[in-house]
């Protein structure tokens, strides 16, 4: 897939991207999301919560990155915003709101603006030091299939450590593939 840009009139500053190989009624978005970890609170990865975590987001929300980040990305593909603005953290209306209400809000926003819009592939990236989430794997992954409703080698979800870089936080980055 080679993408050639191409200016338009010398002096205007208008720039045509013109991809081969890609159909244009593929969207690609991304989103990233991260919080700070603090005692006291429950942690959750994908729609999942993390058991015996001594810590959880510091969040308006429940502060779930993975369910943040890939909202963000729908969102993204169709140009609709993104969750700070369809869900404002200084709105109490949404103080502890499930990041599940979050992204059935954002399906359907982008129902709304592409009704025929099919996810085909999901590829997120949870970065957490402690606890290992590797064991809980299966069942991130499989949530965020019943979440989205699409087939399971549609989901593809990594997890990472900081390396120690950054202990007091969990970060998720989700690239998602659409058509329509």
Do not use: W
């Amino acid at each position: 897939m080679a993408a050639v840009v191409k200016r338009a009139r010398p002096g205007t500053g208008a720039h045509r991207l013109i991809t081969s190989g890609m159909p244009p009624d593929y969207r690609v978005g991304h989103g990233l999301d991260a919080h700070r970890l603090v005692p006291g609170r429950p942690l959750f990865i994908g729609g999942v919560k993390v058991p015996d975590s001594p810590r959880g987001a510091d969040a308006h929300s429940d502060g779930d990155v993975l369910l943040h980040a890939l909202s963000d990305a729908l969102l993204s593909c169709f140009a609709l915003g993104d969750i700070g603005v369809l869900f404002p953290p200084n709105d109490p209306a949404f103080a502890g709101l499930a990041s599940r209400e979050i992204l059935a809000a954002v399906l359907e926003r982008v129902r709304q603006a592409a009704p025929e819009a099919e996810v085909i592939n999901v590829a997120a990236v949870v970065t957490l030091d402690a606890p290992k989430l590797g064991p809980l794997r299966e069942r991130v992954a499989s949530t965020v299939v019943e979440l989205l409703g699409v087939p399971a080698a549609t989901v593809g979800v990594t997890f990472k450590t900081s390396e120690g870089l950054a202990p007091d936080h969990v970060q998720a980055s989700v690239a998602v593939l659409v058509r329509g």
